[in-house]
């Protein structure tokens, strides 16, 4: 079955610092993708990829960068971190023929004081 | 550009009662379109999906959806819930952006089912 790890699973950090969030994924999956999810806005779209070395804007990019550089991780940084971006993050990887059936890890949860 | 609306944010039932979550989905042809459920302190996992074909699609654990394109949904449906069925549903529509997929989740349906 499907595998995406993700850590940490929790992490609490201050405002105006650098934050690193993890994936891994061992399904040999070509797309991943970072999602945030809030109460009241369900799953946005973060940073998502195609293949190791490409990263894509998604529908809520600001503060936000990404790396992909292999196809197993993916990396999402926050350079300087705010209290809004409060949040749990979700990885998931996908195939890039497998019509967005995705599969996710079970979340980072991220408190900025 | 895509979009997904989840009109109920919260939904209760009694257990063994029958069970419908609606979604909406908006996009110019067809998408595919996928149910997730979301258990607590847990990531998403796939009920179901559907493309093509049958518009009742049957998933995991009892559940169906059925699409219709002249009304763009795609309800999720249950005969009979179970407490277990507590968490929270997700639907998303999934189109292609030069062979790549780029999937939009609609803001989830809180599910409560009392014992």
């Known amino acids: 079955e499907a595998a995406v790890t993700q850590s940490p699973r929790n992490k609490v950090a201050v405002t105006g610092g650098k934050v690193t969030l993890s994936c891994n994924q061992t399904n040999n999956h070509n797309n991943m993708y970072w999602y945030r999810q809030d109460t009241g806005h369900g799953l946005r779209l973060i940073h998502y990829?195609?293949?190791?070395?490409?990263?894509e804007k998604g529908d809520i990019p600001d503060g936000y960068k990404a790396s992909r550089p292999s196809q197993e991780n993916f990396s999402l940084i926050l350079e300087l971190a705010t209290p809004s971006q409060t949040s749990v993050y979700f990885c998931a990887s996908g195939t890039r023929k497998n019509t967005g059936q995705l599969y996710f890890g079970e979340g980072s949860k991220l408190t900025v004081l | 550009a895509q979009s997904v609306t989840q009109p109920d944010a919260r939904v209760t039932v009694s257990e063994g009662a029958s069970l419908q979550l609606r979604c909406k989905y908006s996009?110019?042809?067809?998408?595919?379109l996928f149910w997730y459920v979301q258990y607590p302190r847990q990531g998403l996992q796939m009920l179901l999906k559907y493309y093509s074909g049958d518009p009742v699609v049957q998933g995991v654990n009892g559940f169906e959806a059925e699409f219709s394109k002249s009304d763009s949904s795609f309800h999720l449906r249950k005969a009979s819930v179970h407490w277990s069925d507590s968490a929270v549903y997700f639907c998303?529509?999934?189109?292609?952006?030069?062979?790549?997929?780029?999937?939009?989740f609609g803001k989830g349906t809180s599910l409560v089912v009392h014992p």
């Open positions: 998303a529509v999934s189109a292609t952006s030069g062979g790549n997929y780029k999937p939009t």
């Open positions: 990829s195609y293949g190791a070395g490409s990263t």
């Open positions: 996009y110019s042809a067809t998408p595919y």
